[in-house]
């Protein structure tokens, strides 16, 4: 059986848009920027699905990736640091991850 192109939402779960997110996180200076891409990880990581665990698994296993979000942490923007505490307990949910993570993060 034949796998249909993907649509919708699925057209996000891939490498490309990853690293594009990531690189976003990494180089913008605005905030709207910078909560847009964190929430855009943040849907992508949200639900229990195969697909969401290999983008938290992505995003630890990319160089900066967990450095590219622990900075939002502690922003002094609440909407940023919000969502990159979302992004985080998203990611969490992999129990393969949470010794990485928290190893990265703290």
Same mark, same amino acid.
Request: net charge positive.
């Given at each position: 059986? #034949?796998?249909?192109?993907?649509?919708?939402?699925?057209?996000?779960?891939?490498?490309?848009?990853?690293? =594009?997110?990531?690189?976003?996180?990494?180089?913008?200076? $605005?905030? #709207? *920027? +910078?909560?847009?891409?964190?929430? #855009?990880?943040?849907?992508? *990581?949200?639900? $229990? *699905?195969?697909?969401?665990?290999?983008?938290?698994?992505?995003?630890?296993?990319?160089?900066?990736?967990?450095?590219d979000?622990?900075? /939002?942490?502690?922003?002094?923007?609440?909407? +940023?640091? $919000? *969502? #990159? =505490?979302?992004?985080?307990?998203?990611?969490?949910?992999?129990?393969?991850?949470?010794?990485? =993570?928290?190893?990265s +993060? /703290?």
């Open positions: 059986m #034949a796998k249909e192109d993907p649509e919708g939402v699925d057209w996000l779960y891939n490498q490309k848009s990853l690293q =594009m997110y990531l690189s976003l996180l990494r180089c913008s200076k $605005k905030d #709207a *920027t +910078l909560e847009a891409c964190c929430g #855009a990880l943040q849907n992508l *990581t949200a639900s $229990k *699905t195969h697909l969401s665990t290999l983008m938290s698994q992505s995003i630890i296993q990319k160089p900066h990736g967990l450095s979000i622990s900075h /939002l942490l502690i922003s002094r923007n609440p909407g +940023l640091q $919000k *969502t #990159a =505490m979302s992004l985080v307990g998203n990611m969490s949910r992999v129990s393969s991850l949470r010794g990485i =993570m928290g190893k +993060l /703290l």
